[in-house]
């Protein structure tokens, strides 16, 4: 699994777009944080740590990582911890969205991941496909500087086994959203999760705040999938937000990796 470490130009197609790393200027009305008179490379960055546990006898299927993955991102976003102005998560989640947005997926078993899980953080539980070795288990964490990681998480490795899922999964239910990845760009499971969270989080600054709450109450469901060629056209111009990857790692700068397919933003174009 290789590094997600992307700092994604999330734009939508249909509104104004800066090129540092955020695309508009990222801040739903409800948003406790600043806009993109920042410069954001100027900022001091930070990264969003996720880790997956991948044990040797029973890796997870690599959709049900994805969307672990995009759903942790959500839950850390929406917690108190990160939200209330006096949360301990609060100003390093500040600090984050006001500078380039990068997530980096690590891998841990056995002993590493119970260290792993001894730090604050929060773990989300998938679904075990038919035929996969378990569901898969993601830890997101409170961002951290981008040169100062804690040492049970810089250890870890980038690098690794590939997951694969065991068989087509089924089709979306699409009365919840759904994270749309390009067809046509090949990227490692880690740098996926990674992207399916950027398209995560970028339908959550996109939502009012009527529709976090009923998504949140609803436990976030979500969907990662793969469309046709096709399909992956109409749904780039439709108005949907859309991820495009800095292209630090893997793939192409600019590259449209994500496009966020929520309800309630369907129709906007």
């Not at 529709?211 to 436990?219: F, I, L, V, Y």
């Not at 800095?246 to 309800?263: K, L, N, Q, R």
Request: charged share 25%; aromatic share 6%.
């Amino acid at each position: 699994m290789t590094s997600s470490d992307t700092s994604p130009d999330t734009r939508s197609p249909t509104r104004p777009g800066d090129d540092n790393g955020n695309g508009h200027d990222g801040r739903a009305p409800s948003s406790p944080f600043r806009h993109s008179e920042i410069d954001r490379d100027a900022a001091p960055q930070f990264v969003l740590p996720l880790v997956v546990r991948i044990e040797k006898a029973a890796p997870p299927a690599r959709t049900d990582a994805m969307e672990t993955a995009a759903r942790a991102v959500l839950v850390l976003l929406s917690d108190e911890r990160a939200t209330a102005p006096d949360g301990t998560w609060t100003e390093a989640v500040r600090s984050w969205q006001d500078a380039r947005i990068r997530k980096v997926v690590r891998r841990a078993r056995g002993a590493e991941w119970r260290r792993a899980e001894a730090l604050p953080g929060i773990t989300l539980t998938g679904r075990a496909a038919d035929g996969a070795g378990s569901a898969a288990e993601v830890r997101v964490f409170p961002p951290v500087p981008l040169d100062g990681w804690p040492k049970e998480l810089a250890k870890l490795q980038v690098s690794g086994t590939d997951l694969d899922d065991p068989g087509p999964p089924p089709a979306p239910d699409l009365t919840a959203p759904v994270l749309w990845l390009n067809p046509e760009v090949t990227m490692s499971a880690g740098k996926a999760m990674a992207q399916a969270g950027h398209g995560a989080q970028l339908a959550w600054w996109e939502l009012d705040g009527a529709a976090r709450a009923a998504w949140r109450a609803a436990g976030f469901p979500l969907s990662v999938r793969t469309p046709s060629a096709e399909r992956w056209a109409r749904l780039v111009a439709s108005g949907l937000p859309v991820v495009r990857d800095a292209g630090y790692t893997e793939i192409a700068p600019g590259s449209c990796t994500v496009v966020a397919d929520h309800p309630a933003l369907r129709g906007r174009g």
